[in-house]
């Protein structure tokens, strides 16, 4: 407990075995049973409840503790186990009358904020860790709620002989007396360290009496805080002399003692083996991804559904502009110009999933962090659970546009249509998902998105044509454009060689040019997981 910017979360993090702080360098050890482990196995051991509920809006709490049971649980547990975990997890923390409520999005209320953390904590429960690590549980809730939730994760870790560490800004007298052991931290520094029920007598040995009816939390936190001292150096002398006297205190010097004592010992000592049991298999992580995914798809309308009736818009607004070509020469620039306009403006309207994607990699990045599956799983599911919802667009798309604006009315040639914009509108997306793994800010991955997307309009052949396009920008990128050779398979669709000789393009090659653009997807998809496993 401490006042905010004390270092309660950089703390967390060390002990969680999580980067501490950007730039920080970590010295010491963490013993567990008196030995050390490694970080893999400290996060199979623990979980850890971040500040931000780390919580998928669209899906009820039952699923939400049905999911983490499916991600966190090794194989071998049955299904009936893993509901019988659900259901009692479901009674303990008084949320079985809610099991059937969504959690809430922008556009649907769900559940409220305490039950909103008591699911958090419960779905970090459903492994079954020996330590828990809760980041200010009760931020944004009321003095009532923050004591529901602190007295439910009380009751649970009794039950179930579990160690909790949580950080606390500034609990009311009833929720602080919940806890058992309290340290208080002010600049990185310790202040105290023991029993909640010793600090008003040590206190008051410091000089420094709790008065009568007085929350003892409250009264702490003002000595302790000297941000908003009236007298900033006579404030920082106060704390640095409370500082001083815990240092030099009988307690202070037990716990050192116990310290050294247990480190002497670490290096003969064994930790306890993995409490959680080993992780699910790679087929078992995917495909509960992928079943999590679509049920955020079809009840998020944000996901997906927004992005559907853009389409269907895009396709009625170039159907009626482009309405019914004719077949004599007049018409040749026209359809080249709908070419161009239906394969680059879908795949720039791809930064519509921009959001979706980030909301799914803070998820991943949570849990990823509790040790529940790496970016290899999350990539493939991702990817898979795009494709159907891609495809249904590209369809929808094109059976407005391409018959209204009169392009050739053969099965064969609408069938060939449809392949090159639902390869372009993946290789669009795959784009989408690179940038936004790079830079999982909104704002940056949408700009730098629509900024690749207009420099692949600029040198993929319709703007300037290969033949004419300077050197630099035709080696540069032309030959990583998937918006090129969406254009040049459409184009090739078009009887007269004389307008297929200004652009440079030959027919026969449509298999080739597939596959480059294959290898394009590829290459994003890829990138986009070397990103994602290696920067954490």
């Known amino acids: 407990m401490g006042p905010s910017g ?20 970590t010295t010491g050890s963490t013993l567990v049973d008196g030995a050390t482990v490694s970080s893999e196995a400290f996060r199979r051991m623990s979980s850890y409840v971040e500040q931000e509920d780390a919580l998928i809006g669209s899906l009820t709490v039952q699923e939400t503790l049905s999911f983490a ?13 893993r509901k019988d975990r659900v259901d009692g997890l479901l009674d303990s923390f008084g949320l079985h009358n809610q099991r059937d409520t969504i959690i809430g999005t922008p556009i649907k209320k769900g559940i409220s904020g305490g039950q909103k953390r008591r699911v958090s904590v419960a779905s970090q429960l459903i492994t079954g860790p020996k330590l828990l690590f809760l980041d200010e549980p009760t931020s944004g809730l009321d003095s009532a709620a923050s004591w529901e939730v602190i007295s439910f994760i009380k009751s649970i870790a009794k039950q179930n002989n579990l160690i909790v560490i949580a950080s606390i800004h500034q609990p009311s007298s009833s929720t602080f007396r919940l806890f058992d052991k309290v340290l208080l931290l002010s600049s990185g520094r310790p202040h105290y360290f023991g029993s909640v029920a010793e600090l008003p007598p040590f206190l008051e040995i410091m000089g420094h009496p709790v008065p009568a009816q007085t929350n003892p939390a409250e009264f702490v936190l003002e000595l302790m805080n000297v941000d908003f001292a009236p007298d900033q150096s006579t404030a920082r002398a106060q704390l640095d002399s409370m500082q001083s006297a815990w240092e030099e ?3 202070s010097a037990a716990t050192e003692t116990e310290i050294s004592a247990l480190t002497q010992k670490s290096n003969d000592a064994k930790a306890t083996s993995d409490a959680k049991g080993g992780r699910a298999g790679l087929f078992t992580i995917v495909l509960a991804l992928l079943h999590r995914s679509f049920i955020k798809s079809y009840r998020d309308v944000v996901a997906y559904g927004i992005r559907i009736v853009m389409y269907l818009g895009l396709a009625i607004m170039m159907g009626t502009v482009w309405l019914r070509l004719g077949d004599d020469q007049r018409f040749i620039q026209p359809f080249i110009n709908a070419i161009f306009f239906g394969s680059a403006f879908m795949s720039f309207m791809a930064v519509a999933y921009v959001p979706a994607f980030l909301e799914d990699r803070a998820t991943f990045e949570k849990e990823r962090a509790n040790g529940l599956y790496g970016a290899l799983p999350f990539v493939i599911a991702n990817f898979l659970i795009g494709l159907p919802y891609l495809f249904l667009i590209t369809v929808l798309f094109s059976v407005v546009a391409y018959w209204l604006s009169g392009f050739e009315p053969t099965a064969e040639a609408f069938f060939m249509w449809i392949m090159w914009l639902f390869l372009d509108l993946v290789a669009a997306e795959s784009l989408v998902v690179l940038v936004s793994s790079l830079f999982p800010n909104f704002v940056v991955a949408l700009a730098l998105t629509a900024f690749a997307n207009g420099l692949w309009m600029c040198v993929g052949g319709f703007l300037v044509p290969p033949t004419v396009l300077n050197v630099f920008w035709y ?18 669709r078009i009887e007269g060689k004389g307008i297929l000789g200004q652009y440079g393009y030959a027919t026969g090659l449509q298999g080739r040019w597939v596959g480059i653009l294959i290898g394009i997807i590829a290459g994003y998809r890829i990138l986009g997981w070397a990103v994602l496993a290696f920067r954490k």
């Open 6 to 25: 004390c270092g309660k979360t950089t703390l967390l993090n060390v002990l969680a075995h999580r980067v501490a702080a950007s730039g920080a360098d």
């Open 69 to 81: 049971a499916r991600l966190g649980v090794a194989s071998g547990l049955s299904k009936a186990e």
């Open 249 to 251: 205190s009988s307690i």
């Open 475 to 492: 080696y540069a990128f032309s030959f990583i454009d998937y918006q090129r050779w969406v254009f040049q398979g459409m184009m090739c």
